[in-house]
């Protein structure tokens, strides 16, 4: 089962929220843990001994204010241990032996509880009972790709949580926005990105190795938005709210910003386990690690192959020059900058095409134009003109300008704002359910 199932979207989802929201207040914790229990046997039921292996976690996190802070640092050492395990050899290891997708939420969940036991080591925060700190470790909306981290702020959530229509309303249009962008634009994108990666290197050309690396990063970039809107969604759905996952990488101002634009609560929650007390603004030599980290993090949520990991070195070898040399260079003017970091960064999603290496680098040479390679071919121009709607809307879609406007029509002209924002999805509504029955068909 994935979020952009039929079955998910229209059956199982909605049964969820009814069941919540029909459970007394005090039981609603315990209903969403459970309903994230089944939401994750169906997604991955060889996985689900996970959930028994978090119940010390959820018992340590329940009871850590009761326990002296001396005593708490040997129980949270060995949950710290265990889920690093478990996500090193579940997670990582047993995929790239396998050559197979990371399971969904395993990575994700063992971060997030060992964040809540961090936390709630350090400090002295409010009480919280076992369900509490259950549903909110593992909330089915973080399974796939989902924001990670910010587990207080989901218990203050959940211990004042109540129906809202409005937030409702607004978790069905992310989450048809979320299904559209992976339905309609990242799968599209990625059949452009492996037709591409079928020629030989004989038809390269410029322009073909620019509409490669750029169809490359909008498949990532709108896989990666796609599932931060559906998490976004499901828990507007249930009342609560999580971080935004993914914003706009492609504006970034330096090296550093595009990979936190990537996935910005993973990189959030890395720096308060590792760096208590300091910010990610100051740009330590410690907050560049944890920068140079991020892309290893992300290749293995995404897909863990050789591929993708050559994808996260040349990111992550960009981190060490930006730390090493460009920090030091003054930024006077925003646009040079993020046209710089566009052009540095986008060559590096030729790395994932699956073809072989030597193609690749072939690919990436004829970024370039030289004598023997055109600067533009009939393949190129034909992939251009028969997908000129596609990539047109992707690249809008890719700036903020539809983000921002429609912040700006919410705040002044918020009846408008509705009636648009309700015409607009149900017209992607219409159009993700036509994607999703012509792929089952």
Same mark, same amino acid.
Request: proline share 6%.
């Given at each position: 089962?994935?979020?952009?199932?039929?079955?998910?979207?229209?059956?199982?989802?909605?049964? $969820?929220?009814?069941?919540?929201?029909?459970?007394?207040?005090?039981?609603?914790?315990?209903?969403?843990?459970?309903?994230?229990?089944?939401?994750?046997?169906?997604?991955?039921?060889?996985?689900?001994?996970?959930?028994?292996?978090?119940?010390?976690?959820?018992?340590?996190?329940?009871?850590?204010?009761?326990? =002296?802070?001396?005593?708490?640092?040997?129980?949270?050492?060995?949950?710290?241990?265990?889920?690093?395990? &478990?996500?090193?050899?579940?997670?990582?290891?047993?995929?790239?032996?396998?050559?197979?997708?990371?399971?969904?939420?395993?990575?994700?969940?063992?971060?997030?509880?060992? =964040?809540?036991?961090?936390?709630?080591?350090?400090?002295?925060?409010?009480?919280?009972?076992?369900?509490?700190?259950?549903?909110?470790?593992?909330?089915?909306?973080?399974?796939?790709?989902?924001?990670?981290?910010?587990?207080?702020?989901?218990?203050?959530?959940?211990?004042?949580?109540?129906?809202?229509?409005?937030?409702?309303?607004?978790?069905?249009?992310?989450?048809?926005?979320?299904?559209?962008?992976?339905?309609?634009?990242?799968?599209?994108?990625?059949?452009?990105?492996?037709?591409?990666?079928?020629?030989?290197? $004989?038809?390269?050309?410029? $322009?073909?190795?620019?509409?490669?690396?750029?169809?490359?990063?909008?498949?990532?970039?709108?896989?990666?938005?796609?599932?931060?809107?559906?998490?976004?969604?499901?828990?507007?759905?249930?009342?609560?709210?999580?971080?935004?996952?993914?914003?706009?990488?492609?504006?970034?101002?330096?090296?550093?910003?595009?990979?936190?634009?990537?996935?910005?609560?993973? =990189?959030?929650?890395?720096?308060?386990?590792?760096?208590?007390?300091?910010?990610?603004?100051?740009?330590?030599?410690?907050?560049?690690?944890?920068?140079?980290?991020?892309?290893?993090?992300?290749?293995?949520?995404?897909?863990?192959?050789?591929?993708?990991?050559?994808?996260?070195?040349?990111?992550?070898?960009?981190?060490?020059?930006?730390?090493?040399?460009?920090?030091?260079?003054?930024?006077?003017?925003?646009?040079?900058?993020?046209?710089?970091?566009?052009?540095?960064?986008?060559?590096?999603?030729?790395?994932?095409?699956?073809?072989?290496?030597?193609?690749?680098?072939?690919?990436?040479?004829?970024?370039?134009?030289?004598?023997?390679?055109?600067?533009?071919?009939?393949?190129?121009?034909?992939?251009?003109?028969?997908?000129?709607?596609?990539?047109?809307?992707?690249? &809008?879609?890719?700036?903020?300008?539809?983000?921002?406007?429609?912040?700006?029509? =919410?705040?002044?002209?918020?009846?408008?704002?509705?009636?648009?924002?309700?015409?607009?999805?149900?017209?992607?509504?219409?159009?993700?359910?036509?994607?999703?029955?012509?792929?089952?068909?």
């Amino acid at each position: 089962m994935r979020f952009t199932d039929l079955g998910f979207i229209f059956i199982l989802l909605p049964l $969820a929220a009814v069941c919540y929201y029909c459970c007394p207040k005090k039981a609603r914790p315990a209903a969403l843990f459970f309903i994230s229990a089944l939401f994750f046997l169906l997604a991955e039921p060889c996985y689900i001994w996970l959930f028994a292996a978090l119940i010390p976690d959820f018992i340590f996190a329940s009871r850590a204010d009761r326990i =002296e802070p001396q005593k708490r640092i040997l129980p949270c050492r060995l949950i710290i241990l265990k889920n690093v395990a &478990i996500a090193a050899v579940w997670g990582v290891i047993l995929p790239i032996v396998n050559e197979s997708p990371a399971p969904i939420g395993v990575i994700l969940f063992c971060i997030t509880s060992i =964040e809540f036991s961090v936390i709630r080591s350090r400090e002295a925060i409010r009480p919280c009972g076992f369900f509490e700190s259950a549903a909110s470790v593992t909330f089915f909306a973080r399974m796939q790709l989902g924001p990670v981290g910010g587990v207080r702020k989901l218990i203050s959530q959940l211990q004042m949580a109540s129906p809202s229509l409005s937030s409702i309303s607004r978790g069905a249009m992310l989450i048809i926005c979320g299904a559209a962008k992976r339905v309609i634009l990242a799968e599209q994108l990625f059949v452009i990105f492996r037709s591409i990666a079928d020629m030989p290197t $004989a038809y390269y050309s410029t $322009a073909l190795g620019w509409l490669c690396a750029g169809c490359g990063a909008a498949g990532i970039y709108f896989t990666l938005s796609a599932y931060s809107d559906i998490a976004r969604g499901i828990a507007n759905v249930f009342s609560v709210t999580v971080p935004r996952t993914v914003y706009f990488p492609f504006q970034a101002k330096s090296l550093r910003d595009y990979i936190y634009r990537l996935n910005m609560p993973m =990189e959030d929650t890395l720096n308060r386990m590792l760096l208590h007390g300091a910010r990610r603004e100051e740009g330590t030599t410690a907050n560049y690690f944890i920068s140079s980290m991020m892309p290893v993090i992300i290749a293995i949520l995404i897909y863990p192959s050789a591929n993708s990991l050559l994808w996260a070195i040349y990111l992550a070898v960009l981190i060490f020059i930006d730390w090493l040399i460009l920090r030091r260079i003054p930024v006077f003017m925003a646009l040079p900058a993020r046209i710089v970091t566009f052009l540095i960064t986008l060559p590096s999603y030729i790395l994932l095409l699956p073809t072989t290496l030597y193609n690749r680098l072939y690919l990436i040479s004829a970024l370039l134009p030289g004598e023997a390679i055109p600067l533009i071919n009939d393949d190129a121009i034909y992939l251009l003109t028969t997908n000129a709607p596609l990539l047109f809307v992707a690249l &809008i879609c890719c700036t903020s300008a539809i983000d921002a406007l429609s912040r700006i029509t =919410e705040k002044q002209l918020p009846q408008l704002w509705w009636i648009i924002s309700a015409l607009s999805h149900a017209v992607l509504f219409v159009l993700t359910v036509s994607f999703l029955l012509w792929n089952v068909r």
